[in-house]
Nanobody
Framework: VQLQASGGGLVQAGGSLRLSCAAS????????MGWFRQAPGKEREFVAA????????SYVDSVKGRFTISRDNAKNTVYVQMNSLKPEDTAVYYC?????????????????????WGQGTQVTVSS
């Protein structure tokens, strides 16, 4: 599975960006897609995730109400709409795909639950 992330850039605080992640290859072996981010000097952290089959997405508390993750199964693409951006949202954003199947509605949120990673796209929010 290959993942291609795009949509990053420089935006002022309060602005918006939409990131896209296009998946190719054996996408049928994946069950969920997630976004993580890594700021300089910090650990990579979970941001949002969604199952290809639908259901409620999952978000880290710091982005709830501002970020919205969505998917287009026909295009094998996942998006994250980021509104009301803050300087603390500045990071490299990575999309990832999980091959773990859960019979429940659980959405994977841990790094080790994701097996495929995109190259990352820089998001910079100026104050």
């Amino acid at each position: 599975v290959q993942l291609q992330a795009s949509g990053g850039g420089l935006v002022q605080a309060g602005g918006s960006l939409r990131l896209s992640c296009a998946a190719s290859g054996r996408t049928s072996s994946t069950y969920a897609m997630g976004w993580f981010r890594q700021a300089p000097g910090k650990e990579r952290e979970f941001v949002a995730a969604i199952r290809w089959s639908g259901g409620s997405p999952s978000y880290v508390d710091s982005v709830k109400g501002r970020f919205t993750i969505s998917r287009d199964n026909a295009k094998n693409t996942v998006y994250v709409q980021m509104n009301s951006l803050k300087p603390e949202d500045t990071a490299v954003y990575y999309c990832a795909a999980s091959s773990l199947y859960y019979s429940s509605t659980y959405v994977p949120k841990l790094r080790f639950e994701y097996h495929y990673w995109g190259q990352g796209t820089q998001v910079t929010v100026s104050s």
